[in-house]
């Protein structure tokens, strides 16, 4: 900005403070980046290191064996599945009250704010949640409980979303269905919501992506099977709950598929979180 | 139909076409001291019968709190239970298998079976009172080994152990002071240290720590090459943990005499004993919810009992002695039984 | 004769809409209902944590009373609970991580509005949302196999050796490194809320008029000057917001800390030794507890944390609300 200029002393105090804070800010992204590549970079290169086909179809094995990861990862996938199941419904019907039904009431702006909580809420107590309501009176850990929990989590993500593409319809679109006779619902499920349907779409890969790394809610709730189990009315491994055990054993052959779990995750979530930019960004367009 | 529809639609096609059809697994909880073991015999059992064991090693508290919520068929622990408390809540308690505590270290240059220690003394560093690997008292009985002045690291349980149990009680044995200002338990309010979670959590962090000192079973010190250190027993000799040692703890035992054979083998008379044995023990309803599956659970006991021994040892645990496997089996005939009353257990000769 | 055909046509044709209308009144009002059920179930959702919470934790509560949250003994065997050491791990962890994380933060943001050239802008404001995105219980893994043990190397014997011995704050740098710890976790924790500072305070940086600051750049101000005369106190209430939010998250995270803080149950002392934090200690000690008492302590820290986190993030909505009505949302 003063390249080339002569720099009177008054100034150049302050030249040279700016030189340094914005030097600061530039170090201070570098350290960002920094951290980012340290880690992305140590996740890609033990991860990949113990990723081979056995991840995929053997079983997790007993420690100083080797073996895979595939019961953990079709749990992961069968709760990931009642969460969404459950959890999306409920959270577009309630942000579709929200955005449509709700603008003025006081009962919105209630929800508004109590879902705000939920979604930064620490996972560990959804956990003990719903152990106190569905564990401990069953009698038994099950992937039920642990899918229940993640659909809890679910429920704010796409709520929040869906109320905010939802808003984003434009008034008209709607007003011409209503002109044309349409009742309410009507208007609603068919006009608003295929215009909005990429954006709540987004909601729900972000939901998924947010949950596919849970690990405290699934700790006491599904625990963890080191057999094959798709019963979902047993205890059921999952990749997350799977790396908490392996990563803090010492057995070799454990950290390594805890690694290359953890690889797996980074990259669901990467392709889930890139999947949802490029829906709402072609939408913009 | 959006893609994690997608995704989770193919993960159930994968799934039910790839489950096979198995029995029901027996579902079981609890010490982290056995669990090398248990996994081993788990793994053999199914290739041999198809059953499965799902064994969730969590501590002895967790397998002594989940066999008394019901939530599995059986836990494991190796703080015994006493006599009144196994009649409160309605629990069989038998032993499995045996095996021993060594210390574990991480230091530069010395290998495993070269440091020697003596109870006060690792009651001293576990009390925090002896804080550098040089200190005049380790260096006494280990004259020959230079010892580096670095801080001692201590790594303890962070979780409730019955492998904490049978270790403070050999140091509470050993010391006074850690009897007044610790005491022995399956947890405790332990003076220094991090708290890691398992055997296995102690294992990793001793092996990421430079300078830190555990304890852990046998199996696992061997399993991940770390350095194990020699003890004095009461006998007063150094010696090292293998299965002689083991043994000669654990012929002492009475087994007969202690009601829920609920014998604790630390601090063992004798030469050649190990001072850190310990047995480990399996806690069942007497009255299960389940009957079936207990008794599938009682036949892989017995199973292990008659063709585990092989592999128990191969892992440096000692396995029961053949007169107390039939007294263990006829306690089974007689305390656990159906709802009906009829014994889930026959004893067959 | 046209008439009359005419008038029955439209009567037809309005008994047609009003029978057609008919129709569609009950899926209507069974919608609206289905919407506003679904927005009652949140609530009902929120109301059955706290009530489970506090319905879980009334026998530690009642039985300890206050002194549940000043008490810093946790003796499974004696069954004396108090909460004194989870609590102080869990806010002082969270306050480190904020210290380090918050002016990190900032920066990032201002460089990203003020001087990053418009092509690296996308990309790099990608690269920090990637590391909102990655899962908690990778920074645990990395934090436990990486960090942790290069903190243990290089950086904690340096700070044994020099802040160690400075007196008045020494107390805070003394022991022996362990690599994981107090400080540890607050790292790790810290690089974990960085980019959610940064999202937050680059949005509301984004949201100053161009034409405040123009007329600063007009006077002569630096770039410096600009951010922090103009810039920051216009965005003051969103930048706290996103602050308090960031806290928020730090305090309730559980994988990312279990790792490395650990698991000593004590309040104080040096930085560099272990602690424990409130979820930390749930999810360590939950599947295992015995006991009635045991469990309800569990729970009681469980309700404790649901509450700190719930206070600070009202804070943060409340004031994120009102700088969304001041931009005219």
């Known amino acids: 900005m003063a390249d080339g200029y002569v720099v009177s002393n008054k100034y150049s105090g302050r030249y040279r403070g700016n030189q340094i804070w914005m030097s600061l800010c530039m170090a201070a992204t570098f350290i960002g980046l920094g951290m980012l590549a340290l880690i992305l970079g140590a996740l890609f290169w033990k991860g990949f290191a113990g990723l081979n086909v056995a991840v995929f179809t053997q079983m997790t094995p007993p420690p100083g064996s080797s073996g895979g990861l595939l019961n953990p990862i079709v749990g992961s996938l069968i709760m990931t599945v009642i969460g969404v199941i459950i959890g999306t419904p409920l959270g577009i019907m309630a942000g579709t009250y929200l955005a449509e039904y709700g603008q003025h009431s006081r009962l919105a702006s209630v929800v508004r704010f ?60 709607r007003e011409a269905a209503f002109a044309l006779g349409m ?103 | 139909m959006n893609i994690s529809k997608l995704v989770a639609a193919a993960g159930l096609a994968m799934a039910v076409s790839v489950a096979p059809a198995f029995a029901a697994d027996i579902a079981g909880a609890g010490a982290t001291f056995p669990y090398p073991i248990y996994a081993k015999w788990a793994d053999a059992y199914k290739k041999e019968t198809n059953v499965g064991l799902n064994y969730q090693s969590i501590g002895s508290g967790g397998g002594i709190k989940q066999i008394q919520a019901k939530t599995v068929t059986f836990g494991a622990t190796d703080a015994p239970l006493k006599g009144d408390e196994l009649e409160k809540a309605g629990l069989v308690q038998f032993p499995m298998v045996m095996g021993g505590i060594v210390p574990v270290i991480n230091l530069d240059g010395i290998t495993p079976g070269q440091l020697v220690l003596d109870g006060p003394t690792l009651a001293k560093i576990f009390l925090g009172d002896i804080k550098v690997w040089n200190d005049p008292a380790i260096q006494k009985l280990n004259p020959d080994v230079k010892l580096p002045g670095s801080a001692i690291l201590v790594v303890r349980r962070s979780d409730g152990s019955g492998t904490t149990f ?143 021994d092989k592999m128990a040892e191969d892992l440096d645990y000692i396995p029961m002695p053949e007169n107390v496997v039939k007294m263990v089996e006829s306690t089974w005939s007689q305390q656990i039984k159906d709802s009906s009353g009829k014994p889930l257990w026959a004893v067959t000769n | ?119 690296l802008r996308r990309p790099i404001g990608i690269a920090v949302e990637l590391l909102a995105g990655i899962p908690s219980i990778i920074y645990g893994i990395w934090g436990l196999f990486f960090f942790a043990p290069f903190l243990q190397q290089n950086v904690q014997p340096f700070l044994i050796a020099t802040l160690g011995n400075v007196p008045g704050i020494g107390f805070l740098f003394a ?98 030794a272990p602690g424990t934090t409130i979820s930390a200690t749930i999810a360590n000690e939950f599947t295992e507890a015995t006991g009635d008492l045991y469990v309800s302590s569990l729970i009681a820290l469980g309700l404790i944390l649901f509450f700190i986190t719930f206070v600070v993030l009202s804070c943060a909505r409340l004031l994120l609300m009102r700088l969304d009505q001041k931009a005219g949302i």
Not at chain 1, 144 to 167: F, H, K, N, S, Y
Not at chain 2, 232 to 241: D, E, H, L, R
Not at chain 3, 111 to 118: I, N
């Open chain 1, 114 to 173: 109590i879902n705000d909580i939920l979604l930064s809420a620490p996972s560990i107590v959804i956990g003990l949640f719903i152990y106190e309501l569905v564990v401990r009176p069953a009698g038994h850990f099950s992937g039920i409980a642990g899918g229940l929990a993640l659909a809890i989590i679910v429920i704010p993500v796409v709520l929040r979303t869906t109320e905010d593409m939802l808003r984003l319809v434009p008034v008209q679109l």
């Open chain 3, 175 to 272: 022991g022996p490194p362990y690599g994981i710890g107090i400080l540890t976790a607050a790292f790790v924790l810290a690089v974990m809320i960085l980019p959610f500072i940064t999202s937050i305070c680059r949005d509301v940086f984004e949201t100053v008029p161009p034409m405040l600051k123009e007329s600063a750049y007009g006077l002569g101000c630096t770039t410096w000057e600009v951010v922090k005369n103009v810039v920051i106190p216009y965005t003051r209430v969103g930048v706290i917001g996103g602050i308090m939010l960031a806290l928020g998250r730090a305090l309730g995270e559980t994988m990312a800390v279990t790792f490395v803080i650990g698991n000593a149950n004590r309040v104080g002392g040096s930085l560099l």
């Open chain 2, 166 to 308: 049978n270790f403070t009680d050999y140091l509470q044995k050993v010391s006074p002071e850690w009897k007044t200002r610790v005491g022995s338990n399956t947890a405790v309010e332990w003076p220094a240290g991090i708290g890691a979670k398992g055997n296995e959590g102690v294992a990793n962090n001793v092996m990421q720590t430079k300078g830190a000192i555990g304890y852990v079973e046998y199996a696992y010190a061997k399993q991940n090459k770390l350095s194990h250190t020699r003890m004095i027993n009461a006998g007063g000799k150094a010696v090292q943990p293998d299965l002689k040692s083991f043994m000669a703890a654990a012929a002492n035992a009475d087994w007969k005499g202690t009601p829920g054979y609920a014998v604790v083998l630390t601090n063992q008379p004798g030469a050649e004993s190990w001072p850190m044995t310990a047995a480990t023990f399996i806690l069942m309803h007497k009255a299960p919810t389940d009957a079936a599956i207990a008794g599938e659970a009682l036949k892989f006991f017995d199973w292990a009992y008659r063709k585990g």
């Open chain 1, 183 to 285: 009742p309410r619902s009507f208007v609603i499920r068919r006009v608003v919501y295929s215009a909005a349907k990429a954006g709540m779409i987004t909601g729900v890969l972000l939901a998924v992506a947010r949950i596919s790394g849970e690990t405290a809610p699934l700790l006491f709730t599904a625990l963890n099977n080191q057999f094959f189990s798709a019963n979902i009315n047993q205890p059921m491994a999952s990749l997350p709950v799977v790396i908490f055990q392996f990563a803090g054993s010492p057995y070799k052959e454990w950290q390594d598929l805890a690694w290359a779990g953890a690889l797996l995750i980074t990259l669901t979530v990467l392709a889930l979180s890139t999947a949802a930019r490029a829906l709402s960004t072609s939408r913009k367009k």
């Open chain 3, 1 to 119: 004769m046209a008439d009359v055909a005419l008038q029955s046509g439209k009567a037809a044709k309005e008994l047609d809409r009003a029978a057609a209308l008919k129709k569609f009144q009950l899926p209507d009002v069974a919608f609206a209902a289905l919407t506003k059920g679904s927005a009652i179930m949140v609530l009902v959702i929120l109301g059955g944590v706290i009530l489970s919470l506090v319905g879980g934790s009334w026998p530690a509560l009642s039985t300890f009373g206050f002194g549940f949250f000043t008490s810093s003994s946790w003796n499974p065997v004696t069954d004396k609970f108090g909460a004194a050491a989870a609590i102080y791990g869990t806010i002082i962890t969270s306050l480190i991580a904020l210290l380090i994380a918050v002016p990190l933060g900032i920066g990032i943001a201002v460089f990203l509005t003020e001087r990053c050239p418009a092509s």
